[in-house]
């Protein structure tokens, strides 16, 4: 192929990867615009939070595989509002916003455009990675603990949460914060995220309407790590 011996060699690795990736494949075949449909489609085979959640937001949603999941899952009545600094095309039941998550502005008009308290948010967020394991670590750390801080005041009592992490060394304490606000909080690796991929889901179930109730916290094999009660 004329345009691969134009291409750099990373370009040239990533491009080889996609073509052999079976979950690539099977995303073309079933009409999914992501092979990451499938990060969620583990997590919610596991944990089953899609159709029992009316409202729902997906952070760092284009293309949008994750969004066409939720909206397929969810209820027929469901409400889906969707950010990304990327535009992507538009789904039904889906409300599409362009911009920074980070931007308080932005997060308000999420809240406004729900017009409720959410039963489900759900982050596929990464920041642009640099190519230093410690640093994207750190930048993607940051950015979840924002994600986490208006998930709690954004989920209803009984709501529940995903976002994905690099591990690197912050997310026990990270996981700690999800286990004292969440009945359960797993870490959870689907298989269809590379084996040599650092990337791992953070899984809280039932936001508690008040802190300091007994947790029942479990991890998932692969990547477990058994969580502890909190008084
Ligand atoms: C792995 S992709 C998401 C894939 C998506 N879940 C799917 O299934 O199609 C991560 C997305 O996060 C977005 N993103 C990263 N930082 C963001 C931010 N601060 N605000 C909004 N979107 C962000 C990126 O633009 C990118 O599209």
Redesign the pocket.
């Known amino acids: 192929m004329k345009v691969k011996g134009k291409m750099s060699l990373s370009s040239r690795l990533w491009l080889d990867r996609q073509m052999h990736d079976p979950y690539v494949k099977r995303a073309h075949k079933e009409g999914y615009?992501?092979r990451?449909?499938y990060k969620l489609l583990e997590i919610d085979d596991k944990f089953n939070l899609i159709k029992k959640s009316k409202y729902i937001i997906d952070l760092?949603?284009?293309?949008?595989?994750?969004s066409q999941l939720l909206a397929q899952k969810s209820s027929e009545d469901a409400k889906i509002i969707a950010?990304?600094?990327?535009n992507f095309d538009e789904l039904p039941k889906v409300q599409q916003f362009i911009g920074?998550?980070?931007d308080e502005a932005n997060q308000q008009k999420i809240i406004e455009a729900l017009g409720q308290k959410a039963d489900l948010i759900v982050s596929?967020?990464?920041?642009a990675t640099v190519g230093h394991a410690q640093t994207d670590h750190l930048r993607i750390m940051n950015?979840v603990n924002s994600v986490y801080d208006f998930a709690l005041n954004t989920l209803a009592p009984g709501g529940s949460f995903v976002a994905k992490i690099f591990m690197g060394g912050k997310e026990k304490q990270f996981f700690e914060r999800v286990k004292k606000d969440f009945a359960k909080a797993y870490f959870f690796k689907p298989k269809s995220s590379r084996s040599v991929s650092v990337e791992i889901y953070v899984v809280g179930i039932s936001r508690r309407a008040s802190v300091g109730s007994v947790s029942d916290c479990m991890s998932i094999p692969q990547y477990a790590e058994k969580s502890k009660k909190v008084e």
């Open positions: 615009r992501s990451a449909a760092g949603a284009a293309p949008g595989g994750w950010i990304d600094l990327l920074d998550f980070e596929d967020m990464a920041p950015l």
